[in-house]
């Protein structure tokens, strides 16, 4: 097991490689932020945006929490859009789930875990609101795959939704919302076809993604 001397060192060697490679590079980041992504994903360990996207530090901006979810409720998730949005005039918002999310397949499978139930009640509405959809698939697994596809679409619906987004639009700002999902099996991101520059554009392409979902 990792100490904590341990991540003090790999920080340590972690900070002279980029300084290797380019000598200015703390300095130049410790003046101004200036990414074009916001990344709303799991916490999962396994799932690390920056690493998954190849961008270094500086070039996105990250929310997570449990299962990758947005509601209108939540001050935490609101205030990073808003954020990002408005200040750092972010041009892509990119919600991020994965397969075989625990949160996901714990609400799949009506397991109690502790004080994230509550939490996790925002997946079970998404269990609720397709669940004939669910139906068609008899295998946990393929279920439970497709639900967090449908958690992602649900997630970026709610995110065009928010006032942010749409003050946004409506003053002509150049955003994009995005829905993907990644396989930890083989560590590729896939596009669930949910982008979205406008709000109809969100409503058209929510109701594809939909209805083009694998088999």
């Known amino acids: 097991m990792s100490s904590l001397a341990d991540l003090f060192s790999n920080n340590q060697s972690w900070a002279q490689g980029l300084i290797a490679k380019d ?5 130049k980041l410790s003046i101004q932020q200036q990414p074009e992504y916001l990344w709303i994903g799991c916490s999962d360990s396994r799932v690390p945006a920056e690493e998954l996207v190849g961008l270094a530090p500086g070039e996105i901006f990250v929310h997570r929490n449990v299962a990758n979810v947005v509601v ?3 001050f935490n998730s609101l205030s990073v859009i808003q ?10 918002i990119i919600v991020c789930g994965h397969y075989g999310c625990g949160g996901v397949m714990a609400t799949l499978r009506q397991e109690r875990v502790g004080l994230v139930d509550n939490w996790l009640r925002h997946v079970d509405d998404v269990i609720q609101k397709h669940s004939s959809l669910l139906g068609h698939w008899e295998n946990e697994t393929d279920r439970g795959n497709h639900l967090c596809e449908l958690n ?4 970026v619906a709610n995110v065009c939704k928010t006032t ?4 946004a639009w409506e003053r002509g700002q150049q955003l994009t919302v995005h829905g993907w999902i990644y396989g930890m ?4 991101v896939r596009d669930l ?3 979205a520059s406008t709000l109809e554009e969100a409503r058209c392409n929510y109701q594809k993604a939909i209805t ?4």
């Not at 000598?23 to 300095?27: H, I, V, Y």
């Not at 954020?83 to 892509?92: G, I, P, R």
């Not at 099996?185 to 590729?188: A, E, F, Q, R, Y």
């Open 212 to 215: 083009t979902l694998p088999e």
């Open 164 to 167: 942010v987004v749409r003050d």
């Open 185 to 188: 099996k083989d560590g590729l």
């Open 23 to 27: 000598p200015s590079f703390f300095e």
């Open 152 to 155: 992602v679409i649900e997630q």
């Open 83 to 92: 954020f990002a949005v408005d200040m750092l005039k972010v041009k892509h």
């Open 72 to 74: 209108h409720t939540d």
């Open 193 to 195: 076809c949910t982008s």
